[in-house]
């Protein structure tokens, strides 16, 4: 079993940045990407950026030029610099991961519990 445990959510004003980190623990071999879904009530979740192995990297339109996504392999840790925040870009933002375990053969996929991101106007 893997947990994903994720941080730096808050409040902040139009312009502001935010900086999110995801942590995974637990029975992890490889992960093969870990990303960043975000959702508004009464919205499907989207993707906001993911990380591929590889470093390939692939981000939203409505966020290109704003975000950036980063890992650290070494502490199975994925981070989401947020800056020039919009008040649309307010949700709550949860950390995905592909991990293959020790024993297993294939990827397996993994959410975080949700951080909530507020952007004021």
């Known amino acids: 079993q893997v947990q994903l445990v994720e941080s730096g959510g808050g409040l902040v004003q139009a312009g502001g940045s935010l900086r999110l980190s995801c942590t995974a623990s637990?029975?992890?071999?490889?992960?093969?990407?870990m990303g960043w879904y975000r959702q508004t009530p009464g919205k499907q979740r989207e993707l906001v950026a993911a990380?591929?192995?590889?470093?390939?990297?692939n981000y939203a339109d409505s966020v290109k030029g704003r975000f950036t996504i980063s890992r650290d392999n070494a502490k199975a840790t994925v981070y989401l610099q947020m800056n020039s925040l919009k008040p649309e870009d307010t949700a709550v933002y949860s950390c995905?991961?592909?991990?293959?375990?020790?024993?297993?053969?294939?990827?397996?996929?993994?959410w975080g519990q949700g951080t909530q991101v507020t952007v004021s106007s």
């Open positions: 637990g029975n992890i071999r490889s992960i093969n990407a």
């Open positions: 990380s591929v192995s590889g470093g390939r990297t």
């Open positions: 995905n991961a592909e991990v293959v375990g020790w024993g297993q053969y294939s990827g397996q996929n993994y």
